[in-house]
T-cell receptor, first 115, second 113 residues
Framework: EPEVTQTPSHQVTQMGQEVILRCVPISNHLYFYWYRQILGQKVEFLVSFYNNEISEKSEIFDDQFSVERPDGSNFTLKIRSTKLEDSAMYFCASSAERGAGDIQYFGAGTRLSVL | DQQVKQNSPSLSVQEGRISILNCDYTNSMFDYFLWYKKYPAEGPTFLIS?????DKNEDGRFTVFLNKSAKHLSLHIVPSQPGDSAVYFC????????????FGTGTSLTVIP
């Protein structure tokens, strides 16, 4: 069964460092997302991406964040200068279609620990 | 901004009995609702969904009920099995806000053998 894969599973970084979280969405999907879950809190939407551009972003997704689809398979989330409060699980998701009515499939997540 | 709420952080049920997980929402524009299941160290896995034009959707042991007037949905698992033990997230989306999902905080279900 096709799945969304994320690497690494755990990333430890020093505050102020840049990190890149990587995702390989399901191959025939066209819409890509990043969510995060701070420990003990709800899963929160960060950004959605379609046709090589951001289609929506939340207020969490500030100038420190960027996304990119550098090739036909990878979808990355970059945090330029990490802060302690960026520590969270980051989930990538993809869907075949856009909008209400479509299922988003999630990867296993990357746990980001900022020290 | 808690547009989707799951007020029960945990639930314990005997194997074979019914599990009922509840979810409330505040945004009347939501028109699609989903339940995801999450095991430790894994991502959320899609379980079942319902469109706002329906009030019930059933898939095997899982049934989702939607009460639009009360802005409430529930997930029924019958019969509950130990393998159902996981965290269950309710999610909602609205056509006019694109494709982001709004998640509840989750309910941890434990099915006791």
């Amino acid at each position: 069964e096709p799945e969304v894969t994320q690497t690494p599973s755990h990333q430890v970084t020093q505050m102020g460092q840049e990190v890149i979280l990587r995702c390989v969405p399901i191959s025939n999907h066209l819409y890509f997302y990043w969510y995060r879950q701070i420990l003990g809190q709800k899963v929160e939407f960060l950004v959605s991406f379609y046709n090589n551009e951001i289609s929506e972003k939340s207020e969490i997704f500030d100038d420190q964040f960027s996304v990119e689809r550098p090739d036909g398979s990878n979808f990355t989330l970059k945090i330029r200068s990490t802060k302690l409060e960026d520590s969270a699980m980051y989930f990538c998701a993809s869907s075949a279609e856009r909008g209400a009515g479509d299922i988003q499939y999630f990867g296993a997540g990357t746990r980001l620990s900022v020290l | 901004d808690q547009q989707v709420k799951q007020n029960s952080p945990s639930l314990s049920v005997q194997e074979g009995r019914i599990s009922i997980l509840n979810c409330d929402y505040t945004n009347s524009m939501f028109d699609y609702f989903l339940w995801y299941k999450k095991y430790p160290a894994e991502g959320p896995t899609f379980l079942i969904s319902i469109s706002s034009i329906k009030d019930k959707n059933e898939d095997g042991r899982f049934t989702v009920f939607l009460n639009k007037s009360a802005k409430h949905l529930s997930l029924h698992i019958v019969p509950s099995q130990p393998g159902d033990s996981a965290v269950y997230f309710c999610a909602a989306s609205a056509r006019n806000t694109g494709n982001q999902f709004y998640f509840g905080t989750g309910t941890s279900l434990t099915v006791i053998p």
